[in-house]
């Protein structure tokens, strides 16, 4: 896999991992939201609880149904009582109940129980909750002591006595209570500890009663008595008012939720953020920090302090934020090594080229100095010189000549083998003869005398396109190379074999002579190198194996070389398909 793809799996790995994270906080907020709320509105007023917040906060074991504590807490708080009936409206479970109700209801007995003029002692809310897959009903019921005090206001009314009225204020005044009565037309007729009492009957203290305003500062209740036409309002203090509890209490609690659900989002999202930045940031700045070292000439890759690569753990196994980058790494240390050994090949190359020019100038030198010295022999006139020392001194001043001749050659030779600028002449040669002529020539060369050369061939005749002087030329630089760095009495052979299917021929030069060092195997090719196995004469140009790699490349071939030290060296060249031959009778 490459790395895009590894780094689109990634980011879209961490993406959704990033979006789970923070769904997992949301709803564990929610759910804390939730709970909270049900709490508030438990603690404030039970009788608000929805039918399935309530269900949650039962539990039935069998037979047996167990409520909550928190919610026993706040029905004791309201001074209330609690019932659980089955279908049958037999009563399953009880809390605060009093003595007088009644434990078993029929249809009519609750219809009328539940009913609020029937029922005055109490304020009345149900619920119809399903509890281990059977229906319940959940009876919460609170004191209503203002349905009392407004039946003793009537029924003290039509006596109108002194004494009634006096033990109704007491029953007032115990209860901290108050009441006020209309005419028909609304105007105050009478008014019992209220005194902020409306004159005029105010409709909005009517309203406030029943079921609809539980969580008031005060529990009102009225009557209208068509006969007399009054209109009678009690009203006293509710004992179970919250002022923050609630419909405020929740809207004060969602308002701190979504405060804390907004602190928490902002904490996941710096965290994940931060989280991430390091993730990622880490193998990048690793990566820039490496890259600036490269720029500076620092081909080495930036460690810990404890001397480890930054993505590494103490195993040599990859840290996950690395682990994706890995190929990059790979890339940028190859890179570096690279850039390592382009930067010492180029210190070698200057180096050699030192070297190779004042060996250049040396070996250019000499000759010259010998046609210099044997012109200045020639143009004396101190001496009359024979015929023979004379032509004995041309030929030495040509041999000279041709030697600094060839120098120069090989130097233009290889810059245009160099720019590709080295037309070919190709022409169909029979190339096994060819060779084993340069081989014989190369046997009654006298600087080979003292090495043993031979020639074998597998295919007796091989035809094919090459530049019949650059090919030479070829197989004299490598043979010669072999005879000048190896001493005497090294074996040299020179092979020739044809490769599978026609597909070309093969032209080896092994010697049995010490072998190469690493450093100038690897170096063999190339240009302004003269190296050797061991102390020999290192005159030359030192193009001589690198425009016999260029010639070959130029015919299209390939050549390596193999050594060892102690083993010897093979050069073998390959050479393209060769030319299918015609023959007439």
């Known amino acids: 896999m490459n790395l895009r793809k590894k780094l689109i799996i990634q980011y879209v790995r961490q993406f959704f991992g990033f979006v789970v994270v923070l769904f997992v906080c949301l709803s564990i907020s929610l759910m804390v939201l939730g709970v909270r709320v049900t709490n508030e509105e438990i603690a404030a007023d039970p009788s608000r609880l929805s039918a399935s917040d309530l269900a949650m906060q039962l539990n039935a074991e069998g037979d047996t149904i167990r409520v909550e504590k928190k919610v026993e807490k706040s029905v004791a708080a309201h001074n209330g009582w609690m019932q659980i009936m089955d279908e049958q409206g037999k009563a399953v479970y009880t809390f605060h109940t009093p003595a007088d109700i009644p434990t078993t209801y029929t249809p009519g007995e609750w219809i009328a129980w539940i009913q609020t003029e029937r029922a005055a002692p109490y304020h009345f809310t149900y619920w119809i909750v399903t509890l281990a897959e059977k229906k319940m009903i959940v009876l919460y019921a609170t004191p209503a002591p203002e349905f009392e005090l407004m039946r003793q206001l009537l029924v003290s009314q039509p006596s109108g006595s002194k004494q009634a009225t006096e033990g109704l204020q007491q029953n007032f005044s115990r209860e901290n209570a108050w009441y006020v009565i209309y005419d028909r037309d609304g105007q105050l007729l009478e008014q019992w500890n209220h005194a902020k009492a409306s004159l005029r009957l105010d409709l909005t203290e009517v309203l406030q009663t029943g079921q609809g305003q539980k969580n008031t500062p005060q529990r009102i209740i009225s009557r209208y008595d068509q006969e007399s036409g009054k209109t009678y309002v009690v009203g006293l203090h509710n004992p179970g008012f919250q002022p923050n509890a609630a419909g405020d209490s929740v809207d004060n609690v969602l308002e701190d939720a979504l405060r804390q659900l907004l602190v928490i989002m902002i904490l996941c999202i710096v965290f994940i953020g931060s989280w991430y930045a390091l993730r990622v940031g880490k193998p990048l700045l690793h990566m820039v920090s490496w890259i600036e070292r490269l720029s500076k000439g620092q081909y080495i890759e930036p460690v810990s302090r404890n001397g480890r690569r930054a993505g590494m753990t103490r195993k040599g196994k990859w840290k996950s934020p690395f682990a994706v980058y890995k190929d990059m790494f790979d890339a940028l240390a190859h890179l570096s090594e690279t850039l390592r050994m382009n930067e010492q090949r180029q210190k070698d190359m200057e180096r050699t080229r030192e070297e190779w020019i004042s060996g250049l100038s040396h070996d250019l030198k000499t000759p010259l100095s010998s046609i210099f010295g044997y012109s200045a022999i020639l143009e004396t006139e101190a001496y009359e010189w024979a015929e023979g020392e004379v032509g004995q001194f041309?030929?030495?001043?040509?041999?000279?000549?041709?030697?600094?001749?060839?120098?120069?050659?090989?130097?233009?030779?290889?810059?245009?083998?160099?720019?590709?600028?080295?037309?070919?002449?190709?022409?169909?040669?029979?190339?096994?003869?060819?060779?084993?002529?340069?081989?014989?020539?190369?046997?009654?060369?006298?600087?080979?005398?003292?090495?043993?050369?031979?020639?074998?061939?597998?295919?007796?005749?091989?035809?094919?396109?090459?530049?019949?002087?650059?090919?030479?030329?070829?197989?004299?630089?490598?043979?010669?190379?072999?005879?000048?760095?190896?001493?005497?009495?090294?074996?040299?052979?020179?092979?020739?074999?044809?490769?599978?299917?026609?597909?070309?021929?093969?032209?080896?030069?092994?010697?049995?002579?010490?072998?190469?060092?690493?450093?100038?195997?690897?170096?063999?090719?190339?240009?302004?190198?003269?190296?050797?196995?061991?102390?020999?004469?290192?005159?030359?140009?030192?193009?001589?194996?690198?425009?016999?790699?260029?010639?070959?490349?130029?015919?299209?071939?390939?050549?390596?070389?193999?050594?060892?030290?102690?083993?010897?060296?093979?050069?073998?060249?390959?050479?393209?398909?060769?030319?299918?031959?015609?023959?007439?009778?």
Do not use: C
């Open 394 to 585: 041309g030929r030495t001043i040509r041999e000279k000549a041709d030697y600094m001749n060839g120098l120069i050659e090989d130097l233009n030779l290889t810059y245009r083998l160099k720019n590709n600028a080295l037309p070919l002449v190709k022409e169909s040669i029979e190339v096994v003869e060819a060779i084993r002529r340069i081989t014989v020539d190369m046997v009654n060369d006298p600087g080979a005398d003292e090495h043993v050369i031979e020639f074998r061939t597998s295919v007796p005749v091989v035809h094919a396109e090459v530049d019949p002087s650059y090919f030479r030329r070829i197989i004299v630089n490598i043979l010669a190379n072999a005879i000048k760095h190896t001493p005497a009495g090294t074996q040299v052979l020179v092979s020739v074999n044809a490769l599978e299917e026609h597909a070309g021929f093969a032209v080896a030069i092994s010697d049995n002579g010490p072998g190469m060092d690493e450093q100038t195997q690897a170096n063999l090719f190339e240009r302004y190198y003269r190296g050797g196995h061991t102390e020999e004469d290192v005159s030359g140009t030192g193009l001589g194996m690198a425009i016999a790699k260029q010639l070959v490349l130029a015919h299209g071939g390939e050549i390596r070389a193999w050594s060892a030290q102690g083993k010897g060296t093979t050069v073998t060249m390959t050479f393209p398909r060769v030319t299918p031959v015609i023959r007439k009778d």
